[in-house]
Structures are given as structure tokens and as C-alpha cells.
């Protein structure tokens, strides 16, 4: 079982920078395939970017070059910095981890607000 709490969310003016950041418990974190999802309203929850347990990353198309994905295995921590903001990236960002082997996330954070001002 892994329990994910997001923090770092808020609002930003268009240009401007966020770091979220993902802690989860339980001593297997590094185990985990750990995925950054967000969902605006009247959309479908996409993949922002994910990151293998080898640190290995992919990004979204809409995000690639203005975000960066990282995690940190000895503080149970993923993160997510976000720079060059639009308002398009408004959304609940969501943290997520799946094992290795699963090709769905399992488990889930309870997301937090991202806001780009125009």
C-alpha cells in the first residue's frame, strides 16, 4: 500500500514557475513507476510526465521543455517543476504510482490546484 500527498500547487501568472512535489509512504518507493497526471474541467485526466525506477522520463508533448520531472528515492519524494506556465496548464495535478510490471497506475494522491493566470 503507498499513500501519495501532493503539495506546491497555486496561482501563477503566465511565464511563471511552480514546483509540486509528491511525498509517499511506505519503504518500497523506489520500486514504484511515479507519474505527474492533471485533469481540467471538462477534460480528460492526462499524463504530464512520469519517471521509471532508473530515473528514466517522458513528458507530454504540451509540457516538454518548460517541465522536469524528478525523484528522490531517500525522501520518498517526487517532484514536478513547471516553468513557462500557460494559462492551459490549469488543472489538479495529480501524483500517481504503479509497480513496475502493472500498466495501471494504482495508486493516487489527492491532487492539488494549479492556476495560470493570463
Known amino acids: 500500500q503507498v499513500q501519495l500527498v501532493e503539495s506546491g500547487g497555486g496561482l501563477v501568472q503566465t511565464g511563471g514557475s511552480l514546483s509540486l512535489s509528491c511525498a509517499a509512504s511506505?519503504?518500497?518507493?523506489?520500486?514504484?513507476?511515479m507519474g505527474w497526471f492533471r485533469q481540467a474541467p471538462g477534460k480528460q485526466r492526462e499524463l504530464v510526465a512520469d519517471?521509471?525506477?532508473?530515473?528514466?522520463?517522458i513528458y507530454a508533448s504540451s509540457v516538454r521543455g518548460r517541465f522536469t520531472i524528478s525523484r528522490d528515492n531517500a525522501k520518498n519524494t517526487v517532484y514536478l517543476q513547471m516553468n513557462g506556465l500557460k494559462p492551459e496548464d490549469t488543472a489538479v495535478y495529480y501524483c500517481?504510482?504503479?509497480?513496475?510490471?502493472?500498466?495501471?497506475?494504482?495508486?493516487w494522491g489527492q491532487g492539488t490546484q494549479v492556476t495560470v493566470s493570463s
Open positions: 500517481a504510482a504503479r509497480a513496475i510490471l502493472d500498466s495501471n497506475y494504482k495508486y
Open positions: 511506505g519503504r518500497t518507493f523506489s520500486s514504484y513507476v
Open positions: 519517471i521509471t525506477t532508473g530515473g528514466s522520463t
